[in-house]
């Protein structure tokens, strides 16, 4: 069976409390309640963490954490390895992975054009919106 894939943004999704790049730390907490519903999830997809951090520094660091789950660089090509599909692995990328699904904190769902003219024009000059 392949399984499909669901990909999760790192920062403001797992990583909580990111307000900003800063010194490039991870400072924040991770939301674990988050980390053990994708593991529940991994029994019926792949999953993938999508950052523009280096995939290197989130895998070290949530390895360390020891949470049951191994996370691996996945290092995307468009030859032989498009897609995530490590079991009970979760992949870590810097490159757009192919999902079904993306979770992400800054996130618009686009229907058309009007709606997204209305969401842009809504929103604050710092890029936040409320």
Do not use: C
């Not at 020891?66 to 032989?80: P, T």
């Not at 979760?90 to 969401?119: C, M, P, Q, S």
């Amino acid at each position: 069976m392949n399984k499909k894939t669901i990909v999760f943004d790192f920062d403001g999704v797992i990583h909580k409390g990111y307000k900003g790049w800063k010194d490039g730390s991870i400072y924040g907490t991770i939301d674990m309640d988050l980390i053990e519903y994708i593991i529940e999830l991994m029994s019926t997809f792949n999953i993938v963490i999508s950052s523009n951090r280096p995939a290197k520094q989130i895998t070290e660091f949530m390895n360390k954490l020891d949470l049951g789950v191994e996370f691996e660089i996945f290092n995307k090509d468009f030859q032989d390895n498009m897609y995530w599909n490590k079991q009970g692995i979760i992949g870590v990328t810097n490159d757009k992975a192919i999902g079904i699904l993306y979770i992400d904190d800054h996130g618009f769902r686009y229907n058309n054009l009007e709606d997204l003219k209305l969401f842009i024009n809504g929103m604050n000059k710092d890029g936040s919106y409320e």
